[in-house]
Each structure stands twice: as C-alpha cells, then as structure tokens.
C-alpha cells in the first residue's frame, strides 16, 4: 500500500483515474496557500504572474517529455477529448476535402461521427467486424490521396488495443487522440500534425484537454469559426484567451514534473511493460481467463479480459472491490472486466490483482 497515512485502495478505474501520491500530496500541502503566494491556486487571476509561471512550468515539462519544440504549439483547451472530435475537423478539414479515419474501437468511431457532421469522412480502415479486437495492419489502410489528415485513436480503452508502431500515412498530416496513453512510452511526436488527450487518465485531473499542433497547421483555421473552437485564436493567446482550467493545468504541470523525476518517458515505459506483461502472463496462464484483444494489440493501458460466465464475472467485480481492488468492471458497452493500469498505477497494485485472481481460480475456477 502507498505510504499515505491516509488508507488509499488499489484504483483500476479507467478515467478519471489514479493519480501519482507524490503529486496528490503536494496539492494538499499547497491548497490553501501556494508557498510564497498565500493564496490558493483556485483564488488567483489567471493573467497574474504566478499563474503565468505555473502555465509555463507545464507546457515546458511537457516539451520535455514530448521532445517537441516552438515548432508545436501546447494548448490547455476545456471540453474534454470529445471536443476535440468536433475542433479538429472544423479546422483541418477544408472545403471538398475528405479526411480519413482509422477505426479502431467507439472512442474512433465517435470522433469520425462528428467529423461526418463538418465534412467528409473515409473510414481508411475498421476492425469493427473482429469487435474491435485488433489493429489494423499496414497492409489494410485505404487511405485518401490528398487526404487533409489521418486520425487513429493511439489507445483504445474500451476494447484494450493499443497501436504499437503509427501508421506510415506519407504527407498527410497525422491526426491522434492518445487520451488513454499518452506519455506512457517514447514514442516520435513530431510524426504527429496534432495528438490531443482529455487529461483524466495519464495527465491529472479532469477538465483539461491536451493538445500539441503543429505550428504549419494552424494556416487552416477558418476565421468564420466560433473563437473559443478555433486553434489559431488559442495557440496566439497561450490558452489564455478566456479563463482556462487553472487548478487542472497546475496539477497537469505537477504530474509532468513527477513523470520527468521519474526518469521520462523510457523509464516509465519499462514500468508500464513490466505491469502488462505480468497480467496478461495470469490472464494467459491457465484457460481460466481469456483476453479480448488479440495479442500483437494488447494494451499496456487497459487490460480487458473475460471470465468463463457472466455470472463469475459480477462475482469476480464485486470480491475484488471488497478486497481493495476497485474499477474493474468493463466498459458497459463490451461487459468483462478491464484493468486500467495507467502511469500512475502502482506495480505493487498489479501484484495485488494477479493474487486476487489466482485465488480466485483456485476456489471458483
Ligand atoms: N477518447 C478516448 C480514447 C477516451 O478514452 C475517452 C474517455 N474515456 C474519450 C476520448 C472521451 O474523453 P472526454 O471524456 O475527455 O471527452
């Protein structure tokens, strides 16, 4: 168990969800008088010189993490990554243009729903028919010539499938929501023209909407649409253009600090391999236990698997939350089980989870 005197339980929620105890307690030490400033983060003005550090601390942590420089611009934006459904195609999609979409799992046919509502959509590939158990390969991508950009959902958090390699789309912008796994692995953000995420699982608190543009695209947005949806209106006033989501985006900064003192991106990464690898070695140990998503997909992120019945699944649910082990339950759009094991999630946790399970086996099994 984490070292709080306070009794925190094990947390597999699939978002929002755990977040870094360091990170936690230094919000609760600061709460009511940042030091130095004797008022809280919640009270002070967002054009004041403090905020403006605090801003600036988080956007330069996540350059460092990212690797990206002035070349990108980092917003802080409110209404979660399912506003960004709607923002993105109403400022990269052009007139007579058509943007293409990997469908990948409900969070990547939810974002290509609202781009069909500002214009039009191919769907470059779907693993719908295989229940979205897998990625697609290179080999099935039928995307558009001139496309004005490619969007994949880098982590599907429903259905457990995670993109190991990104898709080789040529010039065309690559577009990404990397709500469920963003910074949980090394990976080259410059391949990106924008990957955005709802912050609520790898990032801090819900509320705050990451998103990283590349600097070339904000060309794009029409100056017709409304202010706060548009890109170039954000990126020129540093999120600043209204009151942005100052006590999220002081937490954001915090979790990045802690995600950097951990050594980055690769360290967490081997942490989060190990994690993976031990559950889907219990999940594949015995037949007891069955993945949902075949294997060259699987999630380091969220790990969905099912039990022989339903009925042992709501027994499995409610036991593991008696014993300390709580958010389970899948998505209740697929039903099983999902452990959502994010950056944040203790390895000590997944131990916990593969000896609930072998007991489990062992006396219901
Ligand atoms: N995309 C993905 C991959 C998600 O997991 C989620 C939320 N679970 C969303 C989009 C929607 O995010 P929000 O609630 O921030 O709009």
New binding site residues.
Partial sequence: MPSSTVHRIYNFS??PAVMPLPVLEQAQRELVALPGVGMSVMEISHRSKTFEDILSRAIAAVRELSGLDERYKVLMLQG???LQFSMVPMNLLGAGQTADYIDTGS?ADKAAKEARRVGAVNVAASTKADDYSRIPSAGELKLTDGASYVHI?T???IEGTQWKDLPDVGIRPLVA?A??DIFSRPMDFRRFGLIYA?A?KNLGP?GV?LVMIREDLLARSPATLPTMMNYKVQAENNSLYNTPPTFGIYILGLTMTWLNSQGGLPAVAATNERKAARLYGEIDRTGFYRGTAQKESRSLMNVTFRLPSEELEKMFEKEATAAGLDGLKGHRSVGGMRASIYNAFPEEGVEALVEFMREFERTRG
Avoid: E, K, L, V
Wanted: aromatic share 6%.
């Fill in positions: 699939a978002g979660g990554a399912s969070w959902t982590n599907n958090t929501d709500s469920s709802g609520q819900s909407t």
